[in-house]
């Protein structure tokens, strides 16, 4: 990306070098963001610092080790997990999204030292962010790439500290990412995902996939019918409500979900409402008091998360079978961008294929 609101370029630069604490990954496939299209105009204000080459996150080889590894060897397939972590702050580290977005300025800091990211042949990632995959993995490495998705939808679900047995709303669930958490919530025990959204469409999808643990919910938009509806529908106490609204979704629909969740339940907030302006959430202070609700906000997931979430799928609890996945090879990036943004419903994954070509 040489600017915002340009064509994106294919062309050779140079080898990246691994130093030391970072190896060197042969990409073999990356999912491209349905929103990517909005990144690369600008629309979404990320912090990325032209010339950059964007991507984030994806399914590699090893072709170099620095000296800290004592696990990984060449010729290991791995999930490269974008979210870099400062190391010089246990408390706070500063984080940046490789290739594509940061917080604040440690994390423009550390995006400018660890800058390009998957959209290419080769890339360097820390060591701690290369994850082993299993054997079966080598045999459709562009379906694995959906980790991308699904990592952060366990991580809201960790933030949640979700039990087995219990009640999930997810608010946004015809999304992309809203899809994955209906998903990754079963594959952790949820009980019953309470699944509100506008697609008709994608909420019989749900239902016809996962079965009568899934309960629909289509919105009117009128913020108190709605949610009447998704109690109606939970049957019972809402124990944990995920937010995975995209930046065009009003606050409202947050709020109408939210004020589901049961006493002493939890809410964790990991969309993007509010990020293009628009009214902010505004929850009532004496309802979060005075029924000990947990209100909390999740930006991407822990380091464990992509182990648990790689265990999960390696076992069989979470199918990416039914996943539709579309191919491109690195020179067609630009028709795989609007492919994305044209495709990014349930279960859509856009993937580029650097070797392809």
Known sequence: MTAF???????????????????????????????AA???????RYPL????????????????????ATRLAVGDLVWCDSTVRARDDALTPDIALQGWSSRGEGGAKLARHLHDGAFAELMRVPTENA??????????????????????????????RLAAGETVVVSGATGNLGSSAVAVALALGAGRVVAPGRNRDVLELLVDRFGARVRPVEL??????DRAAVVAAAGGPVDVVLDLLPPSAPSSVTRAAAMTVRERGRVVLMGGVGM????????????IMRNSVTVRGQWMYPRTANVGVIRLVAGGVLDLGPERVTRFGLERVEEAVAHAAAHGGAFERTVLVPRSG
Do not use: N, Q
């Open 276 to 287: 293009l302006g628009g009214a902010d959430l505004a929850l009532p202070y004496p309802w």
């Open 220 to 225: 009117s938009g009128d913020e108190d019918g």
């Open 38 to 44: 909005e990144v690369f105009s600008g629309e979404r």
């Open 49 to 68: 610092e032209p010339p950059v080459v964007p991507g984030v996150g994806g399914i590699g080889r090893v072709v170099g080790v620095g000296a800290d």
């Open 5 to 35: 609101g340009s064509p994106l370029v294919v062309g050779e630069v140079p080898d990246p070098v691994a130093g030391g604490g970072e190896v060197l990954v042969e990409v073999l496939a990356t999912c491209v963001p349905p929103y």
């Open 131 to 160: 994850h082993l995959l299993p054997a079966g993995a080598a045999e459709d490495p562009a379906r694995w790439s959906a980790l991308v998705v699904h990592t952060i939808s366990y991580g809201g679900l960790l933030a949640a």
